[in-house]
């Protein structure tokens, strides 16, 4: 059974930084897209970003282009975003989620990264604050 644990959110001031972790464990391939999104009140839930755990290929949203970097540990199998520079529009519940990869899915992922039916699995988010 995969299961996908985040942590790491608070409240922060702008300006500050955070680094959120995400562990998966049950997972049987090495081939994943691992994206974080966020879901901000009254707004959908939105792709912030994603890494490609065969390549390590990553993908931003424009907001997150610059303040954000996400990486990846195969060997704790666990993701992070490191958000920096933080502003009160960043604030929202973050998720990690899981999609397992297939060639033509690989293929395609610059293309569908942030969208929702890519991941199989999500976790149950973490909050982050930033005060306006």
């Known amino acids: 059974q995969v299961q996908v644990v985040e942590s790491g959110g608070g409240l922060v001031h702008s300006g500050e930084s955070l680094r959120l972790s995400c562990v998966v464990s049950?997972?049987?391939?090495?081939?994943?897209?691992i994206g974080w999104f966020r879901h901000a009140p009254g707004k959908e839930r939105e792709g912030v970003a994603c890494i490609s755990t065969s390549d390590g290929m990553t993908y931003y949203a424009e907001s997150a282009k610059g303040r954000f970097t996400i990486s990846r540990d195969n060997a704790r199998n666990a993701v992070f975003l490191q958000m920096n520079s933080l502003k009160p529009e960043d604030l929202g519940v973050y998720y990690c989620?899981?999609?397992?990869?297939?060639?033509?899915?690989?293929?395609?992922?610059?293309?569908?990264?942030?969208?929702?039916?890519?991941?199989?699995?999500w976790g149950q988010g973490t909050q982050v604050t930033v005060p306006s």
């Open positions: 989620a899981v999609g397992r990869l297939n060639q033509g899915k690989r293929l395609q992922l610059p293309a569908i990264w942030d969208s929702r039916s890519t991941y199989d699995h």
């Open positions: 049950g997972v049987s391939s090495d081939d994943y897209a």
